[in-house]
């Protein structure tokens, strides 16, 4: 049977040249399902009306009169589709849909909960090209990268699935026979809160730890990139969930409060902004619920003298411009030892200027689009700001005009590297979320590390150096919460990843992770007389 791409259009016409497009500037035939929408689209039989709300089991539409939003594709700045922002009855809706898929999920065994989920990732695998590919309209990012973001959101489940049948307490021997056990036990219902840089990623590595434990979850996406959050959810009851465990609402700062204040809401996980993370503790305690924030990050990339310089250069490319510059742990803080500082900048240059930017859908384009324009032009403001306070621009940091007039209303910029910088610039002190690198020199271990440090962030921190000895002694220094030695920006699902200071509380993935979506019961047996003193 072919499924459709089924997105809330603005209009015919937009969605059938965007889908024209997709289908053009693929090497490979287009995917059936993409061929079938533009046909369907042609004969005016596609079903352009279906919204992104998601719960009870299908996509949902506001029972109240409410101003939709704009969505629009970073690649050619045209509206994409619009928004339902949901207000206190929709979000009342998805909470009661949640807390009744809860009641019957959560009674379940972790093997039984392990099937639905592992057969959730099949699909997933199955339908990789289509998902990466809306993920790459709605967010601008390469083709390139969006299957690798498939494919860790797959890998997220899959894992989770693993320890879902692993969930276990302790037995503790007491004196006279008595003895005691602990039980880890579900919380309820959990909130999601995703970013826009990695859509369909953050909502598998938030769902997946939390249905794993036996939870159900609300989840809503950013408003800037809100398409393939709500296939995710459909793909989790096509697995065989039941209706309601993992439900969407869509909206902005309205939704996400009602979310958090919501009474029938145990836990929230939000990832974005320090200054939005620090709202959404502030709400939770009012209702002393847990919350696991990831959070924004300055992070510092230690190159030493003696490091292998192309894995040093490439190391830095990859710590600053993965998804346009716009990640979180991004190392854009790169500190090169003086001695080998020239011959440094010279080869970071020349990778940087040969990135190829353009439509992010084409196999070749390794730097797509920035999410929307007013954040294009926030970079841009960084990058004269760094002029003005003294930093040379080596390279890039301008607006770009792809040669297809199709693209020509995208938001692209070319990567920017930034000489002479110096630890007092804005550049370097406050988070760009974008492809712009700052690059210092140092001359000591212990000067370098109290300058890395010296930031009220720590998410990630690198460190580049063929002596096994210091690269532990500096990561050992370094307050980050995901460290990397001789690497950068590498997340595998089994390792937890999350930092330090304003960067954070709790962890993303891992083992470790299943403590923050489960509660600890402890139960003591007595096996003899209650030993009395009244």
């Not at 958090?260 to 836990?267: E, F």
């Not at 190391?315 to 600053?320: E, K, Q």
């Not at 510059?325 to 003086?338: A, D, E, I, L, P």
């Not at 990135?355 to 390794?366: A, M, N, V, Y």
Request: net charge neutral.
């Amino acid at each position: 049977m072919t499924k459709r791409v089924i997105v809330q259009t603005s209009s015919n016409k937009t969605i059938l040249s965007m889908l024209q497009r997709l289908a053009a500037t693929q090497r490979r035939p287009a995917a059936a399902p993409l061929a079938a929408a533009v046909r369907c689209i042609s004969s005016g039989s596609v079903d352009i009306t279906v919204p992104l709300n998601f719960w009870a089991g299908r996509r949902r539409t506001s029972k109240e009169k409410c101003n939709k939003e704009n969505v629009y594709e970073p690649a050619t700045g045209r509206v994409l589709c619009h928004l339902e922002p949901c207000g206190a009855v929709e979000v009342d809706e998805a909470v009661e849909s949640a807390k009744s898929a809860f009641g019957h999920w959560s009674k379940m065994s972790g093997m039984e909960r392990a099937r639905i989920m592992i057969e959730a990732a099949h699909i997933i695998e199955s339908r990789r090209e289509n998902i990466a590919e809306m993920e790459v309209v709605n967010n601008g990012k390469s083709i390139t990268e969006a299957r690798l973001d498939v494919d860790s959101a797959r890998l997220c489940i899959e894992y989770y699935a693993g320890l879902a049948c692993t969930l276990a307490g302790q037995h503790i021997q007491l004196p006279g026979g008595s003895f005691a056990y602990t039980r880890r036990e579900p919380l309820g219902v959990c909130v999601g809160i995703g970013a826009w840089n990695y859509p369909f990623q953050i909502a598998a590595w938030k769902s997946a730890p939390a249905l794993a434990c036996g939870n159900s979850m609300v989840f809503k996406p950013s408003p800037v990139t809100p398409v393939t959050a709500v296939m995710l959810a459909e793909i989790y009851a096509e697995a065989g969930a039941p209706e309601g465990l993992l439900n969407v609402v869509q909206g902005g700062q309205e939704t996400g409060s009602l979310l958090c204040h919501h009474p029938d809401v145990a836990k929230v996980s939000f990832t974005g902004s320090v200054s939005t993370g620090k709202k959404i503790m502030e709400m939770a305690s009012k209702g002393v619920k847990p919350v696991t924030l990831e959070l924004g990050g300055k992070s510092p990339l230690l190159i030493f003298q003696d490091s292998d310089l192309e894995n040093a250069v490439r190391g830095a490319l990859m710590a600053n411009f993965l998804s346009q510059g716009q990640v979180c742990s991004n190392g854009t803080r790169v500190f090169v030892q003086k001695n080998i500082l020239p011959e440094f900048v010279e080869e970071v240059v020349k990778r940087t200027q040969a990135i190829e930017i353009g439509d992010p859908l084409l196999e070749s384009t390794r730097m797509g689009a920035l999410v929307n324009q007013p954040h294009l032009e926030k970079v841009l403001s960084f990058v004269d700001q760094a002029k003005k306070e003294g930093a040379t621009v080596l390279c890039g940091g301008e607006p770009f005009v792809p040669s297809d007039h199709k693209l020509r209303g995208g938001y692209y910029m070319t990567p920017c590297v930034l000489g002479d910088c110096t630890d007092e610039m804005t550049c370097v002190k406050e988070e760009i979320f974008g492809p712009v690198m700052s690059v210092l020199s140092f001359e000591t271990e212990e000067e370098v590390l109290h300058r890395a440090n010296n930031t009220t962030m720590g998410l990630a921190a690198g460190v580049f150096t063929r002596d096994v000895m210091r690269a532990h002694r500096v990561v050992g220094h370094l307050k980050a919460g995901s460290c990397f030695i001789n690497n950068y920006n590498i997340t595998p699902v089994e390792v937890p990843f999350g930092g330090f200071k304003m960067s954070g509380i709790g962890r993303e993935n891992g083992q470790v992770t299943v403590e923050h979506y489960s509660q600890l019961k402890t139960v003591f047996v007595e096996m003899g007389d209650v030993d009395c003193l009244f």
